[in-house]
């Protein structure tokens, strides 16, 4: 088909496409460091929520533990890098590929359970990982792992180092929302929202369930394995208390269920508002000790009174948002 | 023999504390289905609570027990009408949620009033040597405390008509309405009464440890790991899964790094979260 009929265009990709590359050149172009910090964040955010939602949007498994994952990640590609002197994209790769063989293999065992009981197999996952790690002399064990300025050498200095690593963020930002988009309009998608639907239901019809929910387990775990490879190459250490921080697993439901929980647009848009938020928070000088009040009174009203999050506050206002907004 | 019989008796003691966190966490999943995220934050306001009780108003620590119960039962109704009445029969993520929210809200303000710097409650009681080993007073009191606790617990529950309430709602809610108990009522009490559980093991860790803001997250997952351990939902089972928490510490401790223990706990959790969903004490249904 050369003639694409316009009752059948989705206007979506391209919008991901035009947010991926303002992301990408906005910064780089008035040459603005501080907006690109405030940016590389949102883009990991938005990256976290956009695979955690796969989980909690699409499939309805509350996943406690997504962090888990992301702090993995880290490890292995920071790792590779700093001890094995390793290329920083190849490393986050590996990274990223063994984070997925672990999550399919996790996630046969613990995606047995099912609500609550998943719920809580999370924490118990990423806290006995945490441990683990926290006593895992060849990683650092506590004290973590530093990486040394020579890490930096090969991508042509520390300064530029950052650049590089920002780009990459905010590829790995686009991919997982084409990620989210792609799954939602695939079979593979249909199936997932039939499990969050009603388990048992689909699998009378014929989804395979256990296949199906290890492998979305698995898929959200790429993309944020990578971004925390990227994450903490740039921050220049890596150790368990951060790699594992259950608060900022939990922060990314906030930011899904904020933007609204199952659509592909909700957790970027969510994350966003929330990483905006939260650096205004920290900064203002009133709020700075109610960060956590705030995101807490916020988030319980959300749960309370809009548990569609804004996106589904704005499909019900304007119907037609429907169509291009997803 | 004599040092495996002192971590036996050292782990029953702490393992009895374990229990009785863990006991109200327990008794609110097995009422209501909720999952109570704000838990270790709830724990946390029983350990402040001794602190003013005690530190500023001078009452003697176990005298202020009364008073942190019925601080905590009250508590835990708001918390019950505020947080978790809009949740009840809602999909689980939205009980985590709210909970949750409610644990950053309570998290929040403690660390703006109290900083994050410990604090602790002095308690002074003789000791106890026994074949060259000294057990503390406070941890045999707190012990016996938390025995009490969950014996007065076991009375409510299986010897009272309020009891038998809740026990009926927690077995089938809609057929509990249809002989006309007062279901929503009977939640919010439990919701009170498994808070209240939280202020009073808050309060008895507070004779033992220093704490922070912060505690509360520790004794959180170890209430979830006992909790597994003594089967969701059923609050005898807790006690035991506590004392069995506390003697895997207590053993664990001569053989091997002190650091390595949590992640036995954790392994073990998800294993049992797995494989005995219904905890390894229920004897009753396989």
């Given at each position: 088909m050369i003639f694409v009929r316009f009752n059948s265009f989705r206007p979506f990709p391209l919008l991901i496409l035009i947010v991926t590359v303002s992301f990408a050149l906005v910064p780089w172009w008035t040459n603005n460091v501080s907006l690109r910090e405030n940016l590389i964040l949102a883009a990991l955010d938005i990256a976290l929520a956009s695979n955690l939602n796969l989980m909690i949007g699409y499939a309805g498994y509350v996943n406690f533990g997504s962090i888990v994952m992301f702090g993995l990640g880290g490890y292995v590609g920071i790792y590779l890098v700093s001890l094995w002197h390793w290329p920083l994209l190849v490393a986050t790769l590996i990274g990223g590929v063994a984070v997925t063989v672990i999550a399919y293999v996790f996630g046969l065992g613990i995606l047995r359970l099912r609500g609550a009981y998943f719920a809580l197999a999370t924490i118990g996952v990423n806290e006995a990982v945490s441990v683990f790690i926290t006593n895992f002399d060849p990683w650092g064990g506590a004290?973590?792992?530093?990486?040394?300025?020579?890490?930096?050498?090969?991508l042509g200095g520390a300064s530029r180092a950052l650049w590089i690593v920002y780009f990459l963020m905010v590829a790995v930002m686009g991919l997982s929302l084409t990620l989210s988009y792609a799954i939602r309009h695939s079979k593979f998608g249909l199936g997932l929202l039939a499990i969050g639907q009603n388990e048992d239901a689909a699998a009378t019809l014929g989804v395979p369930t256990r296949t199906f929910k290890a492998m979305v387990y698995s898929t959200s775990a790429f993309l944020p394995a990578i971004a925390g490879g990227l994450y903490f190459f740039k921050s220049g250490i890596i150790e368990p208390t951060g790699a594992f921080d259950l608060t900022t697993s939990i922060e990314a439901i906030v930011m899904v269920m904020l933007g609204g929980q199952g659509t592909v647009a909700g957790p970027a848009i969510g994350a966003f508002l929330y990483e905006e938020l939260r650096g205004y928070l920290l900064t203002a000088q009133a709020f700075s000790h109610f960060q956590l009040v705030i995101a807490g009174l916020l988030l319980l009203v959300i749960v309370l009174f809009a548990p569609g999050g804004l996106m589904g506050f704005i499909h019900q206002r304007l119907p037609f948002t429907r169509r291009w907004l997803e | 023999m004599a040092e495996i019989l002192a971590s036996v008796i050292d782990g029953v003691l702490i393992g009895s504390i374990y229990g009785l966190a863990a006991m109200g966490l327990t008794l609110i999943w097995g009422v209501m289905n909720v999952i109570n995220l704000s838990h270790g934050a709830v724990i946390v306001l029983g350990m402040f609570a001794l602190y003013y009780l005690s530190s500023v108003?001078?009452?003697?620590?176990?005298?202020?027990?009364?008073?942190?119960?019925?601080?905590?039962?009250?508590?835990?109704?708001?918390?019950?009408?505020?947080?978790?009445?809009?949740?009840?029969g809602r999909p689980h993520l939205m009980s985590l949620l709210s909970t949750f929210a409610v644990n950053m809200v309570l998290i929040g303000l403690g660390t703006a009033l109290w900083s994050t710097s410990p604090y602790n409650v002095p308690v002074s009681l003789p000791s106890v040597s026994w074949q060259g080993y000294t057990y503390t007073g406070t941890h045999l009191v707190a012990a016996a405390l938390a025995f009490v606790i969950a014996g007065l617990l076991y009375v409510l529950l299986y010897r009272t008509r309020i009891g038998k309430a809740i026990r009926a709602v927690a077995n089938n809610r809609a057929a509990a309405e249809l002989s006309g108990i007062p279901t929503t009522q009977v939640l919010a009490l439990s919701f009170g009464l498994g808070v209240t559980l939280a202020f009073a093991s808050g309060m008895l860790i507070a004779t033992l440890f220093p704490?922070?803001?912060?505690?509360?997250?520790?004794?959180?997952?170890?209430?979830?790991?006992?909790?597994?351990?003594?089967?969701?939902?059923?609050p005898g089972g807790a006690l035991l899964g506590g004392i069995f928490l506390g003697l895997i510490e207590g053993v664990a401790t001569p053989f091997m790094p002190l650091s390595w223990t949590p992640m036995i706990e954790f392994v073990l959790f998800v294993i049992v979260l797995i494989a005995f969903p219904r905890g390894i004490f229920s004897f009753s249904r396989a």
């Amino acid at each position: 088909m050369i003639f694409v009929r316009f009752n059948s265009f989705r206007p979506f990709p391209l919008l991901i496409l035009i947010v991926t590359v303002s992301f990408a050149l906005v910064p780089w172009w008035t040459n603005n460091v501080s907006l690109r910090e405030n940016l590389i964040l949102a883009a990991l955010d938005i990256a976290l929520a956009s695979n955690l939602n796969l989980m909690i949007g699409y499939a309805g498994y509350v996943n406690f533990g997504s962090i888990v994952m992301f702090g993995l990640g880290g490890y292995v590609g920071i790792y590779l890098v700093s001890l094995w002197h390793w290329p920083l994209l190849v490393a986050t790769l590996i990274g990223g590929v063994a984070v997925t063989v672990i999550a399919y293999v996790f996630g046969l065992g613990i995606l047995r359970l099912r609500g609550a009981y998943f719920a809580l197999a999370t924490i118990g996952v990423n806290e006995a990982v945490s441990v683990f790690i926290t006593n895992f002399d060849p990683w650092g064990g506590a004290s973590g792992i530093y990486i040394s300025l020579e890490a930096y050498a090969p991508l042509g200095g520390a300064s530029r180092a950052l650049w590089i690593v920002y780009f990459l963020m905010v590829a790995v930002m686009g991919l997982s929302l084409t990620l989210s988009y792609a799954i939602r309009h695939s079979k593979f998608g249909l199936g997932l929202l039939a499990i969050g639907q009603n388990e048992d239901a689909a699998a009378t019809l014929g989804v395979p369930t256990r296949t199906f929910k290890a492998m979305v387990y698995s898929t959200s775990a790429f993309l944020p394995a990578i971004a925390g490879g990227l994450y903490f190459f740039k921050s220049g250490i890596i150790e368990p208390t951060g790699a594992f921080d259950l608060t900022t697993s939990i922060e990314a439901i906030v930011m899904v269920m904020l933007g609204g929980q199952g659509t592909v647009a909700g957790p970027a848009i969510g994350a966003f508002l929330y990483e905006e938020l939260r650096g205004y928070l920290l900064t203002a000088q009133a709020f700075s000790h109610f960060q956590l009040v705030i995101a807490g009174l916020l988030l319980l009203v959300i749960v309370l009174f809009a548990p569609g999050g804004l996106m589904g506050f704005i499909h019900q206002r304007l119907p037609f948002t429907r169509r291009w907004l997803e | 023999m004599a040092e495996i019989l002192a971590s036996v008796i050292d782990g029953v003691l702490i393992g009895s504390i374990y229990g009785l966190a863990a006991m109200g966490l327990t008794l609110i999943w097995g009422v209501m289905n909720v999952i109570n995220l704000s838990h270790g934050a709830v724990i946390v306001l029983g350990m402040f609570a001794l602190y003013y009780l005690s530190s500023v108003l001078g009452l003697n620590a176990y005298a202020a027990l009364p008073i942190v119960i019925i601080l905590g039962f009250a508590a835990g109704m708001a918390l019950y009408w505020i947080a978790v009445h809009r949740v009840i029969g809602r999909p689980h993520l939205m009980s985590l949620l709210s909970t949750f929210a409610v644990n950053m809200v309570l998290i929040g303000l403690g660390t703006a009033l109290w900083s994050t710097s410990p604090y602790n409650v002095p308690v002074s009681l003789p000791s106890v040597s026994w074949q060259g080993y000294t057990y503390t007073g406070t941890h045999l009191v707190a012990a016996a405390l938390a025995f009490v606790i969950a014996g007065l617990l076991y009375v409510l529950l299986y010897r009272t008509r309020i009891g038998k309430a809740i026990r009926a709602v927690a077995n089938n809610r809609a057929a509990a309405e249809l002989s006309g108990i007062p279901t929503t009522q009977v939640l919010a009490l439990s919701f009170g009464l498994g808070v209240t559980l939280a202020f009073a093991s808050g309060m008895l860790i507070a004779t033992l440890f220093p704490f922070t803001v912060l505690s509360g997250g520790a004794y959180q997952l170890k209430s979830f790991v006992v909790t597994v351990l003594g089967g969701l939902g059923n609050p005898g089972g807790a006690l035991l899964g506590g004392i069995f928490l506390g003697l895997i510490e207590g053993v664990a401790t001569p053989f091997m790094p002190l650091s390595w223990t949590p992640m036995i706990e954790f392994v073990l959790f998800v294993i049992v979260l797995i494989a005995f969903p219904r905890g390894i004490f229920s004897f009753s249904r396989a």
